[in-house]
């Protein structure tokens, strides 16, 4: 194994292919000089220029000016780190060429610590020069030593081309080696060819081959995990007591369509022996709870055990209070698991879990604790699924049985192509008729007096109100946030007295609880709230929710909370209501917000600003993450990408051909490599 220098550690290099992969994040061009009178203060400039005079000064710090100059203008240099070996190497008359990034000053242009290089080139020199490339890097780690180590990757272990050349002439790609070479090495003529240009917006067709090798890495990495779940066994939930069927006939409402398709797909892999792997994603308030309900009532039906993870525990005992709804009249025994029991008391409830007279449990990262053992576990379910890790959910399926994962927030297509190749996607794309289109205002805080007397009408009309703050999240932020709740809360207090509650993340348990049982049973009217309320909180009477900073939020964290009302009978209104200095991105969302009630929109826009690791918590719950594909920008290659892969692992799979087959076994640990995605799973038992 190759031990790379400290320096090259320090940037997260672990192999030669993470070199390869470790591309520039721009080039300076020294083929093309550029006068003084044309300097560009956002771009590194090249400049052939005489010196004109330099000097020392010593207040308010030691610094060496040198004064510059070419035919069409004057720029100042200046060094406050020097030794005397640059002092004498700037001689008075001398001519040089600087490459650095300019700024402009009150005096003119002025460069701070530009690279020197001696004597003027000749036309047919600059052409010569080749385009440099700039690494990213740390305090301490010198491009100089980049480029060495990359130039030695390069020469040693450059990848060969392992795509069939009709793919390559198809999709008009580099072949691989060629494409990974001139983004590290451009050819000095890039400028004026206009590749320089296609390397700059990371488009042409090399950087295309490199995304497309990204891309298919990443399927087939999650190829590979759906193979894996699919060797191991799961009890068939037959459903012998006809449990879904009592359920479904008890509900004090009838399934939606989509609905109805959902459950039927859900119900078919939990009647297999080969585990379902399965997500179901849908709008604020589709009806996602009672599909979970449903998978349940399977389980128990088929004498199994069913557990629920949640990623808080308001939202765990929200679950709970349904489900426990639902199915009691069944006899079904359900289990609430939270932190902070007595040991007598946590110990009762574990025994009965591991003894079976339990049969559903309920909680947060609780139930995959150590000592939490099942008697016969059928079925695993976790609500917002993205905001777990890797961990956890591998926790959870080794516990055995089905596993199937719930999502407030819509996935778009190309997102779910590429992250969740993995996973059955289920869409339950149709809202309850019994579902109110909720009006959504964008109202400046200078309003707020405004605000408040609409909500005081609102209230002597039966209703209740959220009030919600920015999240005590980070903690550099939290004391910030808390004050800004807490200055609201103090407004409010005098008016709406004892029917303000309040909840944040700061509180206890106890706290939290006592606040959200007042406000669900009607005697608060007003719940003033963190975003500890963004998901599955259900107070069909809540009508009206107002959102403070709102520019402070996320597009899809606004769709959110947005949702906790309208589920009632009466119309709903969500008020956003923002600061007037607010950012271009800010003004977009708010936009967005107010056109549409549509959460697959939404989704798709929030992509677009965001980003798939923000949406789906990758750099959160440890994910692998695209480094260079943009799911908007190469939709074409994620469909490309998608096709291929598929035809990839057919190939893998039904060939008889032993040498074809070690071929692309070595070309898939060769990718998989490339692209650090773990490989020491793919070929057990081949």
Excluded at 69 to 83: E, K, N, P, Q, V
Excluded at 239 to 249: F, T
Excluded at 572 to 590: P, S
Aim: glycine fraction near 6%; charge should be positive; charged fraction near 25%.
């Amino acid at each position: 194994m190759q031990i790379f220098p400290i320096g090259i550690q320090k940037l997260g290099i672990e192999k030669w292919s993470d070199l390869l992969m470790y591309f520039p994040i721009r080039y300076e061009d020294e083929s093309n000089v550029i006068n003084l009178s044309n300097l560009d203060s956002s771009m590194t400039s090249h400049c052939q220029v005489e010196i004109l005079s330099k000097k020392i000064s010593y207040k308010p710090r030691r610094m060496l000016t040198v004064e510059v100059a070419d035919f069409s203008g004057s720029a100042t240099l200046r060094f406050i780190y020097f030794r005397q070996s640059l002092i004498d190497s700037l001689r008075i008359g001398n001519q040089v060429r600087i490459i650095g990034q300019p700024r402009i000053t009150s005096k003119g242009f002025e460069f701070i610590h530009p690279r020197i290089r001696q004597g003027w080139l000749n036309e047919i020199s600059l052409l010569d020069k080749p385009l440099i490339p700039v690494y990213s890097s740390v305090k301490g780690v010198s491009q100089r030593l980049i480029r060495r180590w990359v130039e030695e990757s390069i020469n040693k272990h450059c990848p060969e081309e392992w795509l069939p050349k009709t793919i390559l002439e198809e999709l008009n790609f580099f072949p691989l080696d060629k494409a990974v070479k001139l983004i590290h090495k451009p050819p000095s003529d890039s400028y004026k060819s206009g590749f320089l240009n296609q390397l700059i917006l990371k488009s042409g067709p090399a950087w295309d081959r490199i995304k497309f090798d990204e891309l298919v890495a990443q399927q087939l990495a999650l190829f590979n995990s759906r193979k894996l779940a699919s060797d191991y066994s799961a009890p068939k939930l037959v459903d012998k007591k006809q449990l879904v069927n009592k359920v479904i006939k008890a509900l004090p409402f009838k399934l939606t369509n989509s609905q109805k398709k959902v459950w039927k797909e859900v119900f078919t892999d939990l009647k297999k022996s080969i585990p379902c792997n399965r997500l179901i994603q849908g709008d604020v308030g589709s009806g996602k709870t009672i599909i979970a309900g449903l998978a349940i009532a399977a389980a128990v039906g088929s004498n199994k055990q069913a557990a629920v993870m949640a990623p808080t525990e308001l939202l765990a005992k929200q679950l709970f209070t349904q489900l426990d709804d639902w199915l009691k009249p069944y006899g079904v025994k359900s289990l609430f698991l939270k932190g902070g029991q007595s040991s007598k008391a946590k110990n009762h409830s574990l025994r009965d879990l591991k003894q079976g007279k339990v049969d559903i449990v309920v909680g947060t990262q609780a139930i995959i604790q150590e000592g939490v053992h099942f008697n016969e576990l059928g079925l695993s379910i976790i609500d917002e699924q993205h905001r777990f890790g890797v961990s956890q959910r591998v926790t959870l399926r080794k516990a055995g049985g089905h596993l199937l994962g719930m999502s407030a927030t819509p996935i778009p297509r190309s997102l779910a192509m590429t992250f969740l190749a993995d996973l059955d996607v289920s869409t339950i794309d149709e809202l309850p008729k019994s579902r109110k289109a909720v009006d959504t205002r964008l109202v400046s805080s200078d309003r707020r007096v405004e605000i408040c007397n609409r909500i005081q009408v609102f209230i002597k009309n039966g209703g209740q109100v959220f009030w919600v703050c920015p999240m005590i999240d980070e903690p550099s932020d939290a004391g910030r946030a808390l004050s800004a709740l807490k200055a609201t809360q103090k407004w409010l207090n005098p008016i709406f007295k004892k029917e303000l509650v309040v909840v944040h993340g700061k509180q206890t348990k106890e706290e939290k609880s006592l606040s959200m049982q007042n406000f669900a049973n009607g005697h608060a009217k007003i719940l003033l709230a963190t975003t500890v309320i963004e998901v599955g909180i259900d107070v069909p009477n809540a009508g009206l929710i107002v959102i403070e900073n709102a520019e402070r939020f996320g597009l899809a964290q606004l769709h959110q909370l947005r949702g906790r009302v309208g589920r009632g009978s009466r119309s709903a209104l969500c008020i956003l209501m923002f600061n007037k200095q607010l950012t271009d991105i800010a003004k977009e969302r708010m936009k967005i917000l107010y056109s549409t009630n549509d959460g697959f929109e939404v989704a798709q826009k929030d992509l677009e600003l965001r980003g798939p690791g923000e949406i789906l918590g990758i750099r959160q719950s440890g994910e692998p993450s695209l480094k260079y594909s943009d799911l908007i920008k190469d939709s074409h290659l994620v469909d490309a990408a998608t096709r291929f892969s598929s035809e990839f692992s057919l190939s893998l799979s039904s060939t008889k051909n032993i040498k074809k087959t070690q071929t692309l076994n070595k070309n898939l640990i060769d990718l998989l490599t490339r692209w650090s995605h773990d490989c020491s799973t793919f070929f057990v038992g081949s």
